[in-house]
């Protein structure tokens, strides 16, 4: 195909700068496009029917590879719909290459079909937009297409890493005819080499010499992927310098009875001497955004005196905290190695080796000990009701070692972090944090499961699952997905947050009852289903639901509302007496 020889050489493009995964949904505008994917020999290709749920498959995908995955679309409408994800992807920091077919410009508002204005059209929630060339007859528009397709991946990779946009315009004819093959020519290669920033050792020294000056030292750990190398790091810090390691569910600093994993709990409506107590003179966080309110209205209501942010770019100021006073541009777990080594080692030539006051560290684990009698007791005092707690609760307890566990947003995901995972059991945790909608969910840890032989788990609540079932629509349900389902027939959230749950309109305006079961979806998507209403029945289908098998399973865990509300009030009781009780 002479003609769309630049655009058949994109594949090949791809292929050579690492790219092995693309998702593609149908159009005929795109097909250029999509065949040039689909006949190259080294890329692999997944279809998805909906946009919007292929815009966050991609993203599961690369939430797992860490490398980018590319996406593929018609003109008009489709392209929006890729935009949930785009944004989610943004904020999370994952790397998406956008290719939007489209018509040539100069039949914008011309009453032609699926003609929409895409040129940045994802505005500001994508590092950065191309416009290719509709016509590629003269060399420079080649080249230019060449030399941006070689930017785009490179932009997608470069810290901060995330979605890139490249809008294709395309005319005519979009198919080859029967004696013409696709040939993907030599194509040229640019490659970006990433910096790497290293401190002027003046402000190495002033850095250390500041650790030194403070001597209630905290460390808080954002969203974070799983990496065993940084929880050795964070727990060498916390052993060795008395530093509490704060983190949550989504930072993969799971329960190993050193970090402090339970802050949501005992941090709710602290008094000033308690607050005082636990105020850091100097903080380092790290990592994306964090989960709890709680937490955050902690640092800001007493905000640390110090406040280190380490992040590979300074390209933006996180200040959430509103007490940040030095920016470190690096990668957090080389720092914090070359951190510690270098701390040591100036306390060798000061001939102070002992280890640092270990006095700050057991105030936040005395209250985090405390917060975690605390929910578990809520959880024993529900008599062995079913209810999404205790599922989850027992969910977790059961999930296989060194799996991948993918938390919906809205409640699942507090659940699961007021109950935490065992370091021991390697789990992987994602979430889609960067965002926090319920939109994508189910298409993510489908993104997740393609991506590896490992179980994938996803916790998700009926309102996100019936929002994003399209996800199981389209093509093969990965045999090694595992869904819990909890359906307690409504957004269970707002029930429980003091606003909507003291109006008249809570169950129809806000959480929207359905009635739905998910059984039909199940049989269509042809995934193993089962419901279970009772705990001990739970229990007794975990083992099976967790074993290998041919096929998907879904397991859907049917809770009563009222019953769910009723034990999360309690446990609201609660934390207002622990707070009294806690012996700092």
Known sequence: MPVLQPIVNI??????????????????????????????????????????????????????SRNPVAIICTSGSAVYNLAPAVVEAYFQRIPLLLLT???????LHQQDGQTIDQVNLFGSHVK??????????????????????????????????????????????????????????????IDSLPAQPTLPPEVWHELLNEWERNERILLAVGQLPYDPD?????????????????????????????????????????DD???????????ITLGNSFLTRNLKTFFRRFPAHRHWHIQPTVDRINDSFQSLTTLIPAEPLPFLQKLVADLDFQRFLQGDEDDASHEFLNQWQT????????????????????????????VLDQLPAQSILHLANSMPVRYANLCGVDQSLQIQVSANRGVSGIDGCLSTAVGAALMTDRIVTL????????????????????????????????????????????????????ETPHGYTARNTADDARISYQICTTLDELRSLLPDFFASSPQAKLLEISTDKHTNQDQFLAYKSAIGELGLKLQL
Request: glycine content about 6%; some cysteine.
């Open 11 to 64: 594949a090949e493009l791809l292929s050579q700068k690492g790219i092995t995964d693309v998702v593609v949904s149908p159009g005929s505008r795109s097909a250029p496009l999509t065949l040039a994917v689909a006949r190259h020999p080294r890329l692999r290709v997944r279809v998805m029917a909906d946009e919007r749920s292929a815009g966050f498959v991609a993203l599961g995908m690369a939430q797992q």
């Open 101 to 107: 077919a489209d018509r040539p410009h100069e039949w």
């Open 128 to 189: 950065r937009s191309y416009d290719l060339p509709a016509d590629y007859s003269h060399p420079d528009a080649r080249w230019f297409i060449e030399r941006s397709l070689n930017e785009a991946v490179n932009l997608c990779r470069l810290a901060p890493s995330g979605p890139v946009h490249i809008n294709v315009p395309l005319r005519e004819p979009f198919y080859p005819t029967a004696d013409e093959r696709y040939q993907y020519e030599k194509v040229r290669l």
């Open 230 to 270: 940084l929880l050795t790091c964070l727990q060498q810090i916390s052993e060795e310098m008395g530093v509490p390691i704060v983190g949550e569910i989504v930072s993969n600093t799971a329960r190993n009875g050193l970090f402090i994993t339970h802050s949501d709990t005992f941090l709710s409506g602290l």
């Open 273 to 283: 001497a308690l607050g005082e107590s636990l105020r850091p003179d100097l903080l």
């Open 367 to 394: 209250a985090d000990r405390q917060a975690t009698r605390l929910v578990y007791q809520t959880i024993a005092g529900s008599d062995a009701q079913l209810t999404d707690w205790s599922a989850v609760q027992t």
């Open 459 to 510: 916790l998700v609540g009926d309102v996100a699952f019936f929002y994003d079932r399209n996800a199981l629509w389209s093509a093969p349900v990965p045999p090694n997905l595992r869904i819990v389902l909890l359906n307690n027939d409504s957004g269970h959230i707002f029930r429980i947050i003091d606003g909507p749950s003291r109006q008249p309109e809570l169950e129809t305006y806000f």
